[in-house]
């Protein structure tokens, strides 16, 4: 967010004001706060110009830790927007899949920021508790201490400390056994899309694992699958149909997204979809395909993410 977006001013040389500088400077981290606990690019960009707008009425003289404050009040809004997304996803039309981010090459280098960003671990967190969910954000992804969380999530540190054991082990059983190295994810997904791109169906059957999952988001606005596709025949089965029902040019074409490899979906040189996987032992138990175009407008331009 640049000055004027901020709504800060300047002093007569030009420089932003000290309050103006701690919200620029941390901005890329507020945005990964809020996005790790909501799951949607657009909703956490409105919870960064909420937290502005009390930050702007702050003392900044009274404040001893501007990142531990910022963070505390974009918890907080985070938290009530998350109760907004999730009566909208009740009425959601197949299933939610978060905003795919376009991220810079270097956030894989920071394998727990990465993997925390992963659509995979998105999805994991959604089976949390709002609360939990925001424990489990800001003590293992940000390792604010349990006195901090305390203050942004309204309870006590006590209390935190046992949600925060709650919601790790609720983690530990649903994300991927062993972590999955850059390399790897992408040489899985250069053979699904090669696969794709030449129709070999077989190959596609030999790379999915035998309890593979897909889920589909086209939010209502594009063709998807309106359940998880569940296991290798109906994977395959529904890919051959898209490619079947398509005359257009169809190009997968790698990126950055989330921190991890990706795909990006184009027919006729036309962003379509973007493709997320999950792999395990070499083969792929997830496939996340997002082509709701209300979701694919932060895969044009990267986004600074950041702890």
């Not at 997304?85 to 197949?94: I, N, P």
């Not at 054991?165 to 530990?172: G, K, L």
């Not at 990126?255 to 083969?283: H, K």
Request: glycine share 8%.
């Amino acid at each position: 967010m640049d000055q004027e977006a901020a709504g800060g001013t300047a002093d007569g040389g030009g420089r932003a004001d000290p309050s103006t500088e701690a919200f620029v400077a941390h901005r890329s981290l507020l945005f990964t706060v809020a996005y790790e606990i909501l799951g949607s690019a657009a909703d956490a960009e409105d919870v960064l110009q909420e937290t502005w707008l009390r930050w702007a009425g702050v003392d900044f003289a009274e404040v001893r830790e501007p990142r531990a404050y910022l963070i505390r009040i974009t918890t907080r809004q985070a938290l009530t927007r998350l109760r907004t997304l999730a009566r909208r996803k009740e009425s959601y039309v197949g299933p939610w899949l978060p905003e795919p981010l376009l991220t810079a090459p270097d956030v894989a280098e920071d394998a727990e920021l990465a993997e925390s960003l992963s659509m995979a671990m998105l999805l994991v967190l959604e089976t949390l508790p709002p609360t939990e969910r925001a424990v489990f954000v800001l003590r293992e992804v940000f390792a604010l201490g349990h006195e901090e969380i305390a203050e942004a999530v309204g309870k006590s540190p006590v209390a935190v400390r046992q949600i925060a054991h709650r919601a790790r082990a609720h983690v530990a059983a649903r994300r991927p056994r062993a972590a999955v190295s850059p390399a790897e994810t992408r040489a899985v997904l250069g053979a699904f899309r090669q696969a794709v791109e030449t129709g070999d169906l077989q190959g596609l059957f030999d790379i999915l694992a035998p309890d593979v999952v897909a889920l589909t988001d086209g939010g209502g606005l594009r063709q998807a699958a309106l359940r998880p596709l569940v296991g290798p025949d109906k994977v395959v089965r529904w890919l051959a149909g898209v490619l079947r029902r398509t005359d257009e040019e169809v190009s997968l074409e790698p990126a950055q997204i989330n921190g991890c490899p990706a795909l990006l979906v184009r027919l006729d040189g036309q962003l379509d979809s973007v493709v997320a996987v999950r792999i395990e032992d070499g083969r792929v138990t997830g496939v996340y395909a997002v082509r709701n175009p209300d979701k694919l407008s932060r895969v044009a331009r990267e986004t600074p993410v950041g702890r």
